[in-house]
């Protein structure tokens, strides 16, 4: 038996929820009706109230079934942080239609596989990404390609004065700005957002319910082709509310929703999460750091859930002194593990503890979190609502004791069914123990005497050095530790006598820049077992990160085996 949690679980809160029988978009027009006037949204300057929302969604909905869009067809919805992303991604719901959330800075070349493999028809894009969708579906064969792109400039939603406000970085003025032709799509139409919008067509009669597919997010490919992941509204409906109650979601909350919403996380625990709150939402389109804190201050944020580089990035900026952060209350995240200094820093000067969690795409979003009266650093936290996590042998699947390091598996109401039109995947990915069927996460962690979850590493990230497994997320979190070290990377290089050795690449901090990689190697001599410490250190200005923020560690790896 693995030790209980249950000591630290949040007061009042149940240990698991029931999932209601509507959809996704019910949670909408509940929040219409019982906040009409109260904005849903800001974006720099402009304000969506909740019953303008509900209008944009019904006339886009109307739309697209107009389009031709029917129940269970799949829109791929390609963009940036945007009132029109939120608007775009309701109306597919209110449409009985499915949402293909992608990556923005997908290119052509990789647009492709997601229009072919998902089946969609429709597509829905701002204006600077139109282009590359086109050149995607038009180099698809005709049966795969798109029959329609619904494409909006960022001017939809914009107040004109917001260019001469602080609100706005200097360097998006051009990009947010800017109005782009629209790109031929052979075979198909191109449709002007506002058109269509204006055209307030009615929405088709909503019939989809908890057991309809709601979501098909990709995963991020980093072993392969992306494959979707299916999820039903009964998946994505349990974590928005299951975040509101572990994250103190209210109707009052005011989110900064930074965290990339064609990501899991921003997908559920923003966008979904604060539609069911009622809660508003100031929308960013993509992360800078005094962007961030002006808007933190201007709207008294109380909510952000971010990624930990985010934070690190804020508290170095050379302005930070002139942000107000006293209206945060809950301030959370995941992605990479928030170093120990930096979440000492925000709990003694702000008195906030930082809430890590833990989840995947393919548990739509948290399967474990910190508990926010108990919250442990660089923790995974203790599996959520309804969630029963375990670590096991990935070998025997046998439950290990406290200490041992094992594969997470993960069952509950908010995993997802499977992989889309991927059956050997789907059944390689499940496992059955106490009869039970529990996804395997490929990621590897212990559990301490209390119960709470330690990531250890991926299944696949191991370095075997003579013998010696060192997993490079440990190392990561001790190198942050210096002074000098802005962001820190480990990878794995080939060793004539060890086999493999271990690599730091490394940011240094703008005030370290004179620092040498044998300062680096002496600390971490003193600082590490012999076997961890790095044989090489390679300093470079920013490390590859993902539109959602994480560090693209494999990328690196890949470089460095091709200079081997």
């Given at each position: 038996m693995q030790p209980t949690h249950q000591a630290f679980w949040p007061d009042r809160l149940p240990h698991a929820i029931g999932v209601p029988a509507t959809s996704l978009w019910d949670n909408l027009a509940i929040s219409v009706r019982r906040w009409p006037e109260k904005p849903a949204m800001v974006f720099f300057d402009r304000s969506t109230t909740y019953r303008e929302l509900g209008q944009q969604v019904d006339a886009l909905a109307g739309a697209l079934s107009d389009l031709g869009v029917k129940r269970g067809d799949h829109v791929l919805v390609d963009m940036q942080n945007t009132p029109q992303l939120v608007i775009a991604h309701l109306a597919i719901l209110r449409?009985?239609?499915?949402?293909?959330?992608?990556?923005?800075?997908?290119?052509?070349?990789?647009?492709?596989?997601?229009?072919?493999?998902?089946?969609?028809?429709?597509?829905?894009t701002t204006g600077d990404l139109a282009r590359e969708l086109a050149t995607a579906s038009n180099a698809l064969p005709?049966?795969?390609?798109?029959?329609?792109?619904?494409?909006?400039?960022?001017?939809?939603?914009?107040?004109?004065?917001?260019?001469?406000?602080?609100?706005?970085?200097?360097?998006?003025?051009?990009?947010?700005?800017?109005?782009?032709?629209?790109?031929?799509?052979?075979?198909?139409?191109?449709?002007?957002?506002?058109?269509?919008?204006?055209?307030?067509?009615?929405?088709?009669?909503?019939?989809?319910?908890?057991?309809?597919?709601?979501?098909?997010?990709?995963?991020?490919?980093?072993?392969?082709?992306?494959?979707g992941c299916v999820h039903h509204h009964s998946s994505v409906m349990h974590n928005a509310l299951a975040s509101n109650l572990w994250f103190g979601m209210t109707v009052e909350t005011i989110a900064l929703a930074v965290v990339p919403m064609f990501h899991i996380t921003g997908i559920v625990a923003v966008l979904h999460a604060a539609i069911a709150a009622g809660a508003t939402m100031v929308v960013m389109p993509?992360?800078?750091?005094?962007?961030?804190?002006?808007?933190?201050?201007?709207?008294?944020?109380?909510?952000?859930?971010?990624?930990?580089?985010?934070?690190?990035?804020?508290?170095?900026?050379?302005?930070?002194?002139?942000?107000?952060?006293?209206?945060?209350?809950?301030?959370?995240?995941?992605?990479?593990?928030?170093?120990?200094?930096v979440a000492q820093r925000l709990l003694e000067e702000f008195n906030l503890s930082y809430q890590e969690a833990y989840g995947l795409t393919e548990t739509a979003g948290p399967s474990h979190a910190n508990p926010p009266a108990h919250a442990k650093q660089q923790c995974l936290g203790i599996p959520f609502l309804s969630a029963d996590a375990r670590v096991v042998d990935p070998e025997t699947l046998q439950a290990l004791a406290p200490g041992q390091s094992g594969?997470?598996?993960?069952?509950?109401?908010?995993?997802?069914?499977?992989?889309?039109?991927?059956?050997?995947?789907?059944?390689?990915?499940?496992?059955?123990?106490?009869?039970?069927?529990?996804?395997?996460?490929?990621?590897?962690?212990?559990?301490?005497?209390?119960?709470?979850?330690?990531?250890?590493?991926?299944?696949?990230?191991?370095?075997?050095?003579?013998?010696?497994?060192?997993?490079?997320?440990?190392?990561?979190?001790?190198?942050?530790?210096?002074?000098?070290?802005?962001?820190?990377?480990?990878?794995?290089?080939?060793?004539?006598?060890?086999?493999?050795?271990?690599?730091?690449?490394?940011?240094?901090?703008?005030?370290?820049?004179?620092?040498?990689?044998?300062?680096?190697?002496?600390?971490?001599?003193?600082?590490?077992?012999?076997?961890?410490?790095?044989?090489?250190?390679?300093?470079?200005?920013?490390?590859?990160?993902?539109?959602?923020?994480?560090?693209?560690?494999r990328l690196l790896q890949q470089k460095e085996d091709q200079q081997q």
């Open positions: 449409a009985n239609a499915v949402v293909v959330p992608v990556n923005p800075m997908n290119l052509a070349a990789e647009l492709k596989h997601y229009i072919a493999d998902s089946e969609a028809k429709i597509a829905i005709p049966t795969e390609r798109l029959k329609h792109l619904v494409v909006s400039p960022f001017t939809d939603c914009l107040d004109p004065a917001t260019r001469e406000t602080p609100s706005m970085a200097l360097a998006w003025r051009d990009w947010l700005l800017k109005v782009h032709p629209l790109p031929t799509l052979e075979g198909g139409d191109v449709h002007k957002w506002a058109h269509l919008l204006a055209l307030d067509m009615p929405p088709p009669e909503h019939v989809v319910g908890a057991n309809d597919v709601a979501l098909l997010p990709y995963t991020s490919g980093t072993t392969g082709l992306p494959k993509r992360w800078d750091r005094d962007v961030g804190g002006h808007l933190i201050s201007r709207w008294k944020v109380t909510s952000w859930i971010n990624i930990p580089t985010m934070i690190i990035d804020l508290l170095a900026s050379p302005h930070f002194k002139r942000y107000d952060l006293s209206s945060l209350r809950c301030i959370a995240g995941g992605g990479a593990a928030m170093p120990q200094a594969e997470i598996v993960i069952h509950g109401p908010q995993v997802f069914q499977g992989y889309w039109k991927r059956r050997d995947d789907t059944e390689s990915a499940f496992v059955e123990l106490d009869g039970k069927r529990f996804f395997r996460s490929g990621d590897m962690a212990r559990i301490d005497d209390e119960g709470y979850f330690f990531i250890t590493d991926r299944l696949k990230r191991m370095i075997n050095a003579s013998g010696f497994k060192v997993w490079p997320a440990e190392i990561e979190l001790m190198l942050f530790k210096h002074p000098a070290i802005q962001e820190a990377c480990v990878i794995s290089t080939r060793d004539a006598y060890r086999g493999e050795s271990v690599k730091a690449v490394l940011v240094l901090r703008p005030t370290h820049n004179d620092t040498s990689p044998e300062e680096i190697l002496a600390w971490c001599r003193q600082n590490m077992a012999a076997y961890k410490v790095p044989r090489q250190v390679q300093f470079i200005e920013a490390l590859p990160k993902s539109g959602s923020g994480k560090v693209m560690w």
